[in-house]
């Protein structure tokens, strides 16, 4: 896979991961994305566009609306983010101003968390962790709701974890 693979070329721009999140619930239309995302329908639809081709996004349904026909999408479940290496920095810029983005939102007042780490762990450890990590993002993500339902609060979750390669020399080749 290379930085030109469309499947991460798709993801890897901050509104089209948004876009991904907003149809993870409920199919939406181009116009309803545009308007919960602040973007012209035109906008929208070649994001949309961009998403269907990749297979990120599929049809879920065809409304008729106002004599015109409203095609409406829905996210293609699975966790096409997960294990991608190559081409992880161009990816990592637009978790990166999502979560900008999300930071400047945040309700006060209220408890989140954050941390930030660079540790080393035995590895039976990390992959237990690794585990429980794909296995809670699995359940926020099952129980999510569609945009502004009754009795939701929007939460913003950006999650990356990796084993990081040893930048200093092996001791042992001196």
């Known amino acids: 896979m290379s930085a030109t693979d469309p499947v991460l070329r798709a993801l ?23 308007r919960e995302l602040g973007l012209s329908h035109a906008l929208a639809s070649q994001h949309l566009r961009t998403l269907h081709a990749a297979g990120q996004v599929e049809l879920a349904e065809v409304r008729v609306r106002r004599g015109g026909r409203e095609r409406r999408y ?55 962790v690794r585990g429980r990590l794909a296995a809670l993002l699995d359940e926020l993500h099952d129980a999510a709701q569609p945009p502004h339902a009754p009795g939701t609060v929007r939460v913003g979750a950006t999650v990356t974890a990796f084993p990081l390669r040893e930048d200093r020399p092996d001791p042992a080749e001196d």
Do not use: K
Not at 13 to 34: D, F, G, I, N, Y
Not at 75 to 84: E, F, I, K, T, Y
């Open 12 to 34: 890897a721009h901050p509104v089209r991961l948004r876009m991904m999140s907003l149809l993870w619930t409920v199919p939406m239309s181009a116009a309803e994305l545009a």
């Open 74 to 128: 829905r996210a293609v479940h699975g966790s096409p983010l997960s294990d991608r290496q190559e081409g992880a920095p161009l990816l990592a810029e637009a978790l990166a101003h999502n979560l900008r983005e999300r930071a400047a939102r945040r309700l006060p007042g209220r408890p989140g968390v954050t941390t930030d780490a660079e540790l080393w762990v035995a590895p039976e450890v990390w992959e237990d």
